[in-house]
């Protein structure tokens, strides 16, 4: 069974950095794509980042391009978005997907499976 589990969100004001984390486990992070969503109160859940299976590919939002960064530690099965310069328009329930294929998915149909979400709360 598979299970991803997101950490790391919080309250931050505009500007401030956070990491959120997804630990995986069923399955390893290096076995397909993984991605990051969020989904804002009143509005559809949208494409944040992705990397691909052998990390050789990140592909982002264009709103979050150069502020955020995925990463993914084969060693600790978990995949990370470090988001920097965080803006009042971030603030959502962030999370994480696992798809089974290998290439580049910007749609949320693309993905398996799914986390609980975590919280990102930025202030003015």
């Known amino acids: 069974q598979v299970q991803l589990v997101e950490s790391g969100g919080g309250l931050v004001q505009a500007g401030g950095s956070l990491r959120l984390s997804c630990a995986a486990s069923?399955?390893?992070?290096?076995?397909?794509?993984m991605g990051w969503f969020r989904q804002a109160p009143g509005k559809e859940r949208d494409f944040v980042a992705a990397?691909?299976?052998?990390?050789?590919?990140?592909y982002y939002a264009d709103s979050v391009k150069g502020r955020f960064t995925i990463s993914r530690d084969n060693a600790e099965n978990t995949v990370y978005l470090q988001m920097n310069s965080l803006k009042p328009e971030d603030t959502a329930v962030y999370y994480c997907?696992?798809?089974?294929?290998?290439?580049?998915?910007?749609?949320?149909?693309?993905?398996?499976?799914w986390g609980q979400g975590t919280q990102v709360t930025v202030s003015s």
């Open positions: 069923g399955r390893t992070v290096s076995s397909g794509t």
């Open positions: 990397i691909t299976w052998n990390g050789g590919s990140k």
């Open positions: 997907a696992a798809a089974d294929g290998v290439g580049y998915y910007r749609d949320q149909y693309e993905y398996h499976y």
